[in-house]
């Protein structure tokens, strides 16, 4: 495992105000839907973009009398997600009843766990920088149903529901105030998305909302955040305001960034911060308040009758602990320690749990900072431009290995390998198929690397003296050979031919 015992911690981030400066206190509740075929509550289906409420079961849809059984495999999800946080997992927990009423929610309430969660206290490491992280904790992690959707653009005298999405699991995670920067909040969602795609227990699509935000924000002076840890006294944190359900780290942190300076110029007015929910506009980009705390729902909290308190064993957490994948941290720290790579290059290949498959399948038995060369700066950067991932590549994981077989095998050069990866880029194939049927293989034969040499310089007896007086003209022999052999010779022996013959 990576070990994160000796990192710096990142300065807060400050922002110089009329009368002094000051530093922002972040804390985020994300909301992250569980990879499940079937909703917390009932058997429908979970797919996204079905035909509006064709997801939805009797239960999901409030009909008298149908009662909520709970699905297994979604308590096994957070309580795997749980772990993958070196969190506490309660094995006692309970559902509780939030009660509002809006039309996207048929229930009248929803079934979430108030006050005890399936998941307990834990961590995570953001990475800020070569040696540089905060150590984030998570407060808790409790699951939930989700509400419909209302939709208000299909008609200009009616608004819409759909309850496809009614009962879908909803990991809710919550941190506590420990994020210092709108770099560090966006750093956190990305870690924390990364984690649950290696675990496999959230997609981390943000486009379909599967993975949404609610940031609270507020801003003291240097030194209260200090207090703060050493008192647990939240008052010298200033008054929070909480900005509703974001879905991209870009307006995280231009919604972080605008609220702060906004609560800043309130404060340096002589005014004081309301606490309240607040909405941010992109368009704007600012946020604009929502509903005040006084105006916010009694939600009137109670056990959920109809659900009998979640008793879990032990032995079945140890189950799902020992059937964990290899987390992103763990795997970044072993590419760095057995393959050789550096912190960069292990962090790029990491960053996706896909990307990070198809480079172990290319290196497997293979030189590791070679195939992470490969990867990184062929593949990827050919993906990108091409606006396609991993899993579209028209090159396979094996493919890309066989183009680097040949290499170590002397069988081609670098240069030929470029030209390889096009070929099979574009038209498929095996790689060493490719190159013995049209002809691609690599001049190892020295007397005919020899004879090219000797031809170049004796038709160039002026270049020659050229080169005898500044060495590094050297190189232009190199080249024209290597043009004469259709860039077949093999460039180590041509270089060292030519030093010879040269004298130098």
């Known amino acids: 495992m990576l070990d994160h015992l000796e990192f710096a911690t990142p300065e807060p981030k400050r922002i110089a105000g009329a009368t002094s400066d000051w530093e922002l206190v972040i804390g985020l509740e994300v909301h992250a839907q569980v990879s499940s075929n079937a909703k917390l509550f009932s058997g429908a289906s979970t797919t996204f973009g079905a035909e509006p409420n064709s997801n939805v079961a009797f239960v999901d849809a409030a009909m008298p009398g149908m009662l909520p059984v709970i699905n297994e495999f979604c308590v096994a999800q957070a309580v795997k997600t749980g772990l993958g946080l070196k969190a506490a997992i309660n094995l006692f927990s309970a559902f509780d009843r939030k009660n509002y009423f ?67 699991a909803l990991m809710e995670i919550v941190s506590r105030p420990d994020i210092r920067g709108p770099e560090e909040a966006a750093a956190y969602v990305s870690k924390l998305r990364q984690i649950m795609r290696y675990l496999g227990t959230c997609d981390g699509n943000m486009q379909n909302g599967n993975l949404r935000a609610d940031v609270n924000v507020s801003v003291c002076k240097p030194g209260d955040y200090e207090r703060f840890m050493e008192t647990g006294d939240f008052g010298v944190l200033g008054t929070r305001c909480e900005i509703k359900n974001m879905n991209s780290l ?43 705390k006084e105006e916010a729902h009694d939600y009137r909290y109670f056990p959920d009758p109809d659900l009998l308190p979640l008793e879990i064993e032990q032995a079945w957490v140890d189950q799902i602990g020992a059937a964990m994948p290899e987390l992103p941290d763990a795997k970044k720290a072993r590419f760095v320690k057995e393959m050789g790579l550096s912190e960069y290059d292990a962090g790029v290949l990491t960053a996706e749990v896909e990307n990070a498959d198809y480079f172990e399948a290319v290196a497997g038995g293979r030189d590791g900072k070679m195939a992470a060369n490969w990867v990184i700066n062929e593949l990827f950067g050919r993906l990108n431009k091409e606006g396609l991932t991993v899993e579209t590549s028209p090159i396979s994981a094996a493919q890309l290995g066989g183009i680097i077989d040949l290499i170590a095998k002397g069988d081609i050069s670098g240069k030929i390998a470029k030209d390889l990866f096009e070929i099979v880029w574009t038209e498929g194939g095996e790689p060493a198929e490719i190159v013995e049927a049209r002809g691609m293989k690599q001049v190892t034969d020295l007397g005919a690397i020899e004879a090219a040499v000797d031809e170049i310089i004796a038709a160039n007896p002026a270049q020659v003296e050229k080169a005898k007086a500044n060495p590094k003209l050297a ?30």
């Open 102 to 168: 809006y039309p996207d929610l048929p229930q009248g309430y929803q079934i979430s766990q108030l006050y005890h969660p399936i998941v307990g206290e834990g961590e995570i490491i953001v990475d800020m920088g070569p040696g540089v992280a905060r150590r984030v904790r998570i407060e808790r992690i409790h699951l939930e149903q989700d509400a419909g959707k209302s939709i208000h653009d299909m008609d200009p005298n009616m608004s819409f529901v759909d309850f496809n999405r009614t009962g879908v």
């Open 475 to 504: 190189g232009w022999f190199v080249g024209q050979v290597l043009k004469a052999t259709g860039g077949k010779a093999n460039p180590a022996a041509v270089n060292e031919l030519v030093a010879k013959k040269l004298g130098l």
């Open 250 to 292: 870009r307006f995280i942190q231009q919604a972080i960034e605008y609220e702060a300076r906004r609560q800043i110029g309130i404060i340096e007015d002589g005014g004081k911060i309301v606490q309240e929910t607040r909405l941010y506009d992109p368009d704007k980009g600012e946020t604009r308040s929502m509903r005040s």
